[in-house]
């Protein structure tokens, strides 16, 4: 009995180290993998404000965690990305290409934004003419994102016929849609 009492007990230890041995592994790799997410939330922050600095670096105005971006040939203002292009479509085909790069053509909210596109109008070589998202939908004159138009902001130039709005260097003016200019889209930046 007192055999098989002692059998017990060193079985008991053997069950003790052994448990005890299983919890330390447990908490070695508990102690990793909590290091591991903290070590990787802690790049991936850092990562963000290296890469915030580095983008960020001419809008020094703006707080890192106000900065946004636009892709590669857009011109940023705003909250907005504006993006030109030469190449000659009709009003239905600038459209659908706007749309293709998640934008839609230009629409013209108040005066400071006029005036920035204005400025950039100016900088561009191509063709004089752009295609903007104003229309004339049976009605009267309506942006592509179903406001109506303000004549606050500017006047249209009135042709003989045209039921689209292209913008020029000098002004606004109505155009055949099957006409094939060149355009303007716009869609919103990226928070970084």
Same mark, same amino acid.
């Given at each position: 009995? %007192?055999? #098989? *009492?002692?059998?017990? +007990?060193?079985? !008991?230890?053997?069950?003790?180290?052994?448990? /005890?041995?299983?919890?330390?592994?447990?908490?070695?790799?508990? /102690?990793? %993998? *909590?290091?591991?997410?903290?070590?990787?939330?802690?790049?991936?922050?850092?990562?963000? !404000?290296?890469?915030?600095?580095?983008?960020?670096? !001419? @809008? &020094? #105005?703006?707080?890192?965690?106000?900065?946004?971006?636009?892709?590669?040939?857009?011109?940023?203002?705003?909250? =907005?990305?504006?993006?030109?292009?030469?190449?000659?479509?009709?009003?239905? $085909? &600038?459209?659908?290409?706007? +749309?293709?790069?998640? %934008?839609?053509?230009?629409?013209?909210?108040? =005066?400071?934004? =006029?005036?920035?596109?204005?400025?950039?109008? &100016?900088? $561009?070589?191509?063709?004089?003419?752009?295609?903007?998202?104003?229309?004339?939908?049976?009605?009267?004159?309506?942006?592509?994102?179903?406001? =109506?138009? @303000?004549?606050?902001?500017?006047?249209?130039?009135? $042709?003989?016929?045209?039921?689209?709005?292209?913008?020029?260097? &000098? !002004?606004? /003016?109505?155009?055949?849609?099957?006409? #094939?200019?060149?355009?303007?889209?716009?869609?919103?930046?990226?928070?970084?």
């Amino acid at each position: 009995m %007192a055999q #098989a *009492f002692d059998r017990k +007990k060193e079985l !008991n230890r053997c069950s003790y180290k052994t448990l /005890s041995r299983i919890l330390v592994l447990i908490i070695v790799i508990l /102690s990793c %993998a *909590f290091g591991y997410m903290v070590y990787k939330v802690d790049k991936e922050t850092c990562d963000k !404000n290296e890469l915030s600095k580095e983008l960020c670096v !001419n @809008n &020094s #105005a703006l707080k890192l965690e106000d900065c946004r971006l636009c892709p590669y040939h857009w011109w940023l203002h705003g909250e =907005q990305c504006y993006y030109y292009s030469d190449t000659g479509r009709t009003w239905n $085909q &600038s459209r659908d290409h706007c +749309k293709e790069m998640g %934008a839609d053509l230009l629409v013209i909210k108040d =005066q400071e934004q =006029q005036k920035f596109i204005r400025g950039i109008h &100016s900088k $561009q070589e191509g063709d004089d003419s752009y295609w903007i998202g104003l229309h004339h939908d049976g009605v009267g004159w309506r942006w592509v994102d179903g406001e =109506q138009y @303000n004549s606050s902001l500017f006047r249209i130039k009135e $042709q003989s016929s045209g039921l689209c709005v292209l913008m020029t260097r &000098s !002004n606004y /003016s109505q155009g055949h849609c099957m006409s #094939a200019k060149g355009s303007i889209c716009v869609k919103k930046s990226v928070r970084i």
